[in-house]
């Protein structure tokens, strides 16, 4: 004998447990089913919330190590950057100075070509190009040192006060104020660049 069907009403929470006597057992089995689905509603969003705050906090001290990364490689660059910068500008306060005592002091070229006349043999060079206001003076210095063989001596209107360039059979040595400077700065820019 089948039996008409008919709409079933859930009772809210606070009905279940005032419930008359009569429905006793079905009415405690409905708390507990209801309890039960609480609970496990109650561990699961517990669950949720948990790895949404362990997801948070991964992402946060992911975007920290990316911090800290990234301002470790700033230090680090900042450092290469003023250390270049310290050399370029010690080389223009040494060609400053350079310059100055080249003006005060024409005298001061001699050092620069007996440094140079060490690195080369007298006997290599072909020709000696010198800015035109220290001709005279090379001239004088060639004479006081009396290099074994003549040295062919040219005026250069290109080269600045302090140039002097050295010719020889296996190319120009550039024993100018402003080629040891350079010389100096390539060798600081080599250093710096190892040690980065």
Known sequence: MAREA????????GEVANAPPAAGREAAELRMQLDAAREEGRRTGEMEARQRLEERQRLEWERLARSVEEVASHKARLRRETEA??????VNVARR???RELTVD??????????????VSAREI???????AGRA???QMLARIGPAVAIALEADTTLEGGGILIETPRGTLDASVEGQLAEIERGFADLL???A
């Open 6 to 13: 008919s709409a079933m009403t859930w009772p809210e929470s």
């Open 85 to 90: 910068e310290v050399v370029r500008l010690a």
């Open 97 to 99: 100075i350079l310059r």
């Open 106 to 119: 024409p005298g001061a070229v001699e050092g620069l070509v007996k440094a140079a006349l060490e690195r």
């Open 126 to 132: 072909t020709k000696v190009r010198v800015a035109p």
């Open 137 to 139: 003076l090379l001239e």
């Open 193 to 195: 660049g190892g040690s």
